[in-house]
C-alpha cells in the first residue's frame, strides 16, 4: 500500500499560481503511476491530470492543458501539480491518487489523499 498527504492548496487571485505536491510512503512510489483530481462544491470529482511511473507519459483534462503540469521526482517520493493561470472555475478540492494496476486501458486509481483545498478568487 501507499499513504498520499497533498499539500500546497490555498486562496490565490485570478490569474496567479499555486504549486500542489503530494507525498507519498510505504510501497516504492516509483511503481506507481500518480493523477491530480478536483471536486468543486456540487459537481462530481473530475480528472486532472496523470504522470506515468517513469514519467515518461503525461495526460491532461482538456481544461488544464497547457495550464497545470504535472511532474514528479522519485527520489523524493513526490508528484506536483503547478497550476498557473488560475481562474474561478479551478476552485475545487483536488486529491492526489496512485495506481499500480490498469484497467480497459486506464489507470486504476486505489489510493488517495486527503485533499487540499484551492480557492481561486476572481
Known amino acids: 500500500q501507499v499513504q498520499l498527504v497533498e499539500s500546497g492548496g490555498g486562496l490565490v487571485q485570478a490569474g496567479g499560481s499555486l504549486r500542489l505536491s503530494c507525498a507519498a510512503s510505504?510501497?516504492?512510489?516509483?511503481?506507481?503511476?500518480m493523477g491530480w483530481f478536483r471536486q468543486a462544491p456540487g459537481k462530481e470529482r473530475e480528472f486532472v491530470a496523470a504522470i506515468s511511473e517513469s514519467a515518461g507519459i503525461t495526460n491532461y483534462a482538456d481544461s488544464v492543458k497547457g495550464r497545470f503540469p504535472i511532474s514528479r521526482d522519485n527520489a523524493k517520493n513526490t508528484v506536483y501539480l503547478q497550476m498557473n493561470s488560475l481562474k474561478p472555475e479551478d476552485t475545487a478540492v483536488y486529491y492526489c491518487a496512485a495506481s499500480d494496476r490498469i484497467r480497459g486501458g486506464k489507470w486504476v486509481y486505489e489510493y488517495w489523499g486527503q485533499g487540499t483545498q484551492v480557492t481561486v478568487s476572481s
Open positions: 510505504g510501497r516504492t512510489f516509483s511503481s506507481y503511476a
